[in-house]
């Protein structure tokens, strides 16, 4: 099988001749590693290339470089540690009445695109030419939301759900809708929509004001990219257990999720042949503190616990700058 053939058997349970593979490194352990870790990523590559493009954070090296910077939507960021994400110190929208005057940066979209449009369209071409698997872009309509308006300020507005708090969320929604008409004529396999929605223990909001704030969001947006044949990759961090049988009836192909801080037998009985799972090994536990063994043993139980006739399963893992190479190298080998 080519890469791309093996993880359209996994999406449908379809009996891949062996896991795909999906390996994601932080900047700084690239960093950290250099060319021992391009010699691994070149002995055992991918089977699924994610490719950001205009808009996305992870298209400019700023949003992983240390120190402060304004992004274009206006609001203020922080950055510790070069090769790791920032945080929002100053958000553009400090006052939700103020929501009717705010304007996402349209033409600056516009512009990006106009600017590295052939970047991206080469990108897409060596992907096709090494036969993977192509996950474009970065949808991210609850993140967008906490970096204009600030985290603490949004979860405040989700539950005084004031009148503006929806012109403030279809306003975000309508440029993702807008993101999508570029990326929907790129010759990709799917569209990725990265969020977190979990804390360590819970979801960060009930799920009834998911179910009723947001997902007719996510079900807008992933109409859209279904009507155009395009798979639909969702992640989450966090615990999000609550939020699988809404992902399922959204019509998510494929989740990524922190599987290691929930029921991980639960998680099987109840959805495994009803979507595939994207990965991931425990990183809190296992990744940095364990060796190549209890990876091996991991991964193992999850294909015990998640699979439909060796599909429904990509072998996806997190690589942060705590992890050895002899870890990541068992990360590589172990599905």
């Not at 205009?54 to 992983?64: A, K, L």
């Not at 799972?277 to 990744?287: A, S």
Request: charged share 30%.
């Amino acid at each position: 099988m080519t890469s791309r053939e093996r993880v359209v058997a996994a999406l449908h349970f379809g009996n891949p001749d062996h896991i795909p593979l999906n390996l994601w490194f932080h900047q700084a352990t690239r960093q950290r590693y250099g060319e021992q870790l391009a010699g691994l990523i070149r002995k055992y590559p991918n089977d699924i290339d994610l490719i950001a493009g205009p808009g996305d954070r992870n298209f400019y090296s700023r949003s992983t470089t240390a120190g402060r910077y304004t992004d274009t939507w206006g609001s203020s960021w922080l950055v510790l540690a070069d090769g790791m994400v920032g945080e929002v110190k100053e958000p553009v929208l400090k006052d939700l009445t103020d929501v009717k005057k705010f304007s996402p940066p349209y033409e600056w979209l516009k512009s990006e695109w106009r600017r590295n449009d052939a970047v991206v369209e080469e990108k897409i071409r060596i992907s096709r030419n090494n036969r993977r698997f192509v996950v474009g872009g970065k949808v991210e309509p609850f993140q967008r939301m906490q970096f204009v308006r600030g985290t603490e300020n949004l979860f405040m507005d989700i539950g005084m759900k004031e009148q503006e708090l929806f012109v403030f969320r279809d306003k975000i929604s309508e440029y993702f809708d807008f993101y999508l008409d570029y990326w929907l004529e790129k010759d990709v396999d799917g569209i990725f929509f990265t969020e977190d929605w979990g804390s360590q223990i819970s979801l960060l909001i009930s799920p009834r004001d998911f179910v009723s704030i947001f997902k007719p969001v996510y079900k807008d947006l992933i109409e859209k990219i279904k009507a155009r044949g395009k798979y639909v990759f969702f992640h989450s961090d966090g615990y999000v257990y609550d939020l699988y049988k809404e992902w399922i009836d959204l019509g998510v192909d494929a989740v990524n999720s922190q599987l290691w801080i929930m029921d991980l037998e639960e998680i099987g009985r109840n959805f495994k042949g009803k979507i595939c799972f994207w990965g991931e090994i425990d990183r809190q536990n296992v990744l940095a503190f364990q060796g190549p063994s209890e990876i091996r043993k991991c991964a193992a139980r999850m294909k015990d616990l998640l699979t439909v006739n060796g599909g429904g399963l990509i072998g996806q893992s997190v690589a942060g700058v705590d992890v050895s190479l002899e870890n990541i190298e068992a990360l590589c080998t172990c599905w």
